[in-house]
């Protein structure tokens, strides 16, 4: 130990002593020429002899020593760490618009990994399968219970099968200390017994069910929670195993808490709670009895393989089951029973989890991933441009480096050192804003909820080991990237450069490289500039069309009285209560309940039998419809056209009765009048319902819908299909405290009533539109990012020009050239250079914007007028960052000029 620690500092001393040694030599050369008068060819040369043996002998020195590699490494970064400093303006530009793209990448990487690549954690994800009827990326099927029981008889091709359902309830109320009341929607997650076993998950605290927690219906009141909402309701307690909290009156014992990172296989639903499925009728009051009712499809099926086993083989097992299930059904035809026999039974992979926004946030979080990705391309152009100029100015530095025997190589990987360094500074600064864009996106998403009735988007956007790797593998390739160009030029500098302040042929090659960078800037930018355009105007063009109804001022309080295990004909005398209790405030013009809201969507598309109607079944055959109490229309501001509206006598004895719109007219009576006609839907023989009034289209599920078939039906005449409702109140035209007015009189007729949620029918617009809002902030926000970061290029580049031609400047300022001309001259080139990126720029935005025409509304990809918006915009801001530069050289002196050296 003791003779290397002497070897180690022999060989620091040796250093010190050489590189003192090579610094007085080049002191003295750096004097020779004025003192000596000694040509720039013979000072090389004199260079060459005095420092090239003390070189030779450095470089053989550290040659005997195995760690001198990294000693070399460790100087070359405090090096660059140095001249880095020196230049703080250029760092942060660099660091900050870097970090910004990295940032930017990540956030968006993060949100593609959690939807799109993310595993479920838990053992061998990749064994677990999803059974379906479709084949698609997005396969999402339920299932009868019973049927799922004869899926679960096939041992041969499973391990482990198990069904599950979600509820949300908002009435979960915990005993003991630090308990009460869940004011929050709890996610709910009924399962069989083999869920756990099935996934492979285990406890972080207590234990999780087994077969034995699910065998009796209604006999065992336990649960599971998730340890989130451990974290949450329980402060992480030691005492939570045991502890009770009750739902729907029945009180739950918790038997124990999943690990860490565990939320359920809904990815975009994080579950809370686990109940075993034999507690269906206690947890769902508004539909008891499902557990033994052949019909009705509610449950989720995911299964795991065997090993060995393949997906062929288990469809083969499936099919047969199927078969047996579906001879089980009740009420079918058998037309029904044919068609149910031909569906194609699928299995999924479940490694990722089960989400209903994988497929509809697929393209968007592309397109977004293409904007980032862009914008960090401009900005690698723009630093590589800035680190260009850089290598310009300090090209006598690297010959004189050169002079005194410095490698090619060595000064390559001495200014890659520095551009690595900005890399990686950028990428540890774009975590941050990362995490800040997370949350914020986060916060975004959760406003994308899948209905009022159900909780808030919850997506986990913390980057993870994936997204970190990601994000280290971005510094490090925007290091290359923006390096390599400069680093290979400096490397090839010319030796007589080094006693001289005169530019070299070299760095005319340089500047042209940065115009063809400022060009290939300018063209990037514009496509960003043209496409957020493109999703700005059709977010404008979504938000002003005409609706159908009114959206100023009318409220909407969601409601969830099927969680009290109200239904059918309980929910409809509720439900009138509460219409009469809210005409009688003061300041409400009116109030109507809905099953759906405005845009809530409908309660499906069943195909409809119209009386006289001989046309053939197509894809628009099937319509819409809606449960609607007595003044819906008059408080929606929806227009009746023809016909009567709803009353209190359109009840359950009555004749039944419907109201249908324009598009429904349209399809079936050729726009006659369908006032009196008839019609049947669902399994009704013949036609018992008659149509007594018209109203006006409107949009019932997206601001995209296109004459779309609707039917309204009285709730009187549907209690079946009555369970959560919404109150529509139209108030006065200045009604403060109105929300809390309502709240209360909702209190009033049932203290015990739910209420989920209070909106705006504007506010749910904005809502349904939430894809398109994250598009166009987006897409707007780097879009003038992109347009920042190539005006500073152009900037820097023509700058950078006007600097090196200051005595072309003098001399023809000197032969009569006006200050007006010397602007106009240097404006003229950078107006070129935008030029030749418009050019470019506009192919290239005409074949991407193909790509996103479906995400466009009421405007072409190609449009004229958005194109020569970002067009003139892009010139018109690269104008002024050019007019700096062009001032300076209208000022230059002819006479300091004619003597610039």
Known sequence: MRFLFWRRREKDLLDKDLDDEIESHLRMAAGDREARGLSRREAEQLARMEFGNVALVKETTRHMWPWVGFDRFLKDLRFALRILG??????????????????????????????????????????????????????????????????RELTDVFSGISAIANVFRSNIDIAGQGGGLDSAQVNVALISGTYFSTLGVRPAVGRLFTSDDDRVPD????????????????????DVVGRTFTLNQTSYRI??????????????????????????????????????????????????????????????ELKVAFAKAVREWQNLTPRM?????????????????????????????????????????????????????????REKEMSVRLSLGAGRRHIFWLLLTESLMIGLTGGLLGILLASWGSSALSRFLASASLSATDAPMVLDLHPDARALAFTAALALLTGVLFGLAPAMRSARASLTPALSTRGSAGTRGAF????????????????????????????????????????????????????????????ARLYESVQDRLRTLPGVLSAAPSAFGLLGGSGGSPVVNVEGYTGKPDPDYFTSWSLIGPGFFDTAGMRLLLGRDFTRRDSETAPRVAIVNES?????????????????????TGAPIEIVGLVKDAKYQSLRDNHLKMIYIPYRQDLHHLYSMCVLVHPGADSPGIRQTVRDALRAVDPGLPILRIETAEEQVDSSLFEERLIAAISSFFGIVAVLL??????????????????????RMALGATRGRVLGMVLEESVWLVAGGIVCGIPLTLAATRFVSSKLFGVTPADPITIAAAAILMISVAAVAAFVPARRAAKVDPMVALRYE
């Open 86 to 151: 020196r230049s703080p303006g250029f760092t942060a530009i660099a660091v900050l618009s870097l970090a910004l793209g990295i940032g930017a990448n990540t956030a968006i990487f993060t949100a593609c990994n959690v939807l799109m690549l993310r595993q479920l954690p838990v053992d061998h994800p990749d064994q677990l399968v999803t059974v379906g009827t479709q084949d698609s990326g997005d396969m999402f099927e339920q299932w009868p219970y019973p049927t799922f029981e004869k899926f």
């Open 664 to 684: 429904f007219a349209r399809f079936y009576f050729s726009g006659g009048n369908p006032v009196g006609k008839h019609f049947g839907m669902r399994r009704d």
């Open 337 to 393: 029973l044919d068609d149910s026999l031909k569906r194609p039974i699928m299995l999924e992979s479940s490694a990722k989890g089960f989400s209903w926004r994988r497929g509809s946030f697929r393209q968007p979080l592309i397109i977004l991933m293409v904007t980032v990705g862009m914008v960090l391309m401009i900005a690698c152009v723009n630093i590589a441009n800035l680190l260009l100029a850089r290598s310009a100015a």
């Open 790 to 811: 190539a005006c500073l290029g152009l900037y820097g580049v023509m700058a950078y020009q006007t600097a090196r031609r200051t005595n072309e400047i003098g001399v």
């Open 512 to 571: 042209s490289t940065g115009k063809a960078l400022v060009i290939a800037q300018v063209a990037l930018s514009l496509v960003l500039l043209i496409g957020a355009g493109l999703f700005v105007e059709t977010l404008r063009n979504l938000r002003s069309q005409d609706v159908g109804f009114e959206r100023n001022r009318i409220l909407l309080f969601w409601t969830a009285p099927d969680q009290q295990g109200r239904q059918g004909e309980s929910i």
């Open 255 to 316: 038997l124990g808490v999943t690990r860490a990172g565990f939320t359920g296989d809904w990815v975009e639903m994080p579950t809370d709670i686990w109940i075993p499925i034999a507690m269906q009728s206690e947890v769902v009051l508004e539909r008891p009895g499902l557990l033994a009712n052949p019909n009705p499809p509610w449950v989720r099926v995911v299964a795991r393989l065997k090993p060995g086993v393949q997906k062929a083989q288990a469809v083969a």
């Open 219 to 238: 006999g065992h009141p336990v649960a599971v929670i998730s340890y989130n909402y451990w974290q949450r309701r329980f402060s992480r307690s030691e």
